[in-house]
C-alpha cells in the first residue's frame, strides 16, 4: 500500500519558517518523482516544487524560486520543503505526491497524501 504523509505544518508570521516532511512508503522512491501541491481556498492546486528521487534534480514554481528548497533522504524515503520568508500568499493545504514523471502538473502524479494546512499570518 502506497501511503504519503507529510507534516511540519502550522501556524507562522509572515517573515518566518516552516519545514514540511513527507514519509512515503509502498513505492519505489529512487524511481520515482515526487512534488509538493498546495491549494488555498477557491483556487485550484499547484505545483510548488518537485524532485527526482533517482538523481535529485529539481524544479520549482516561480512564485517559491529562492524561498523554498526541496530535499530528499533516499534511507529515510523521505522529502523535504524548507520554506523561508513565507507570505499570507503561501497559505495554503500542501500535499505531496508521487508519480514517475517530474512536473508539477498535479494529474502527472498518482498517489497523494492527506495534506497539512500551512497559514501565514500578516
Known amino acids: 500500500e502506497v501511503q504519503l504523509v507529510e507534516s511540519g505544518g502550522g501556524l507562522v508570521q509572515a517573515g518566518g519558517s516552516l519545514r514540511l516532511s513527507c514519509a512515503t512508503s509502498?513505492?519505489?522512491?529512487?524511481?520515482?518523482?515526487i512534488g509538493w501541491f498546495r491549494q488555498a481556498p477557491g483556487k485550484e492546486r499547484e505545483g510548488v516544487s518537485c524532485i527526482s528521487g533517482r538523481d535529485g534534480s529539481t524544479y520549482y514554481d516561480g512564485s517559491v524560486k529562492g524561498r523554498f528548497t526541496i530535499s530528499k533522504d533516499n534511507a529515510k524515503n523521505t522529502i523535504y520543503l524548507q520554506m523561508n520568508t513565507l507570505t499570507p500568499e503561501d497559505t495554503a493545504v500542501y500535499y505531496c505526491?508521487?508519480?514517475?514523471?517530474?512536473?508539477?502538473?498535479?494529474?502527472?502524479?498518482?498517489?497523494w497524501g492527506q495534506g497539512i494546512q500551512v497559514t501565514v499570518s500578516s
Open positions: 505526491a508521487a508519480g514517475y514523471i517530474l512536473s508539477l502538473v498535479p494529474s502527472t502524479y498518482d498517489y
Open positions: 509502498g513505492f519505489t522512491f529512487d524511481e520515482s518523482a
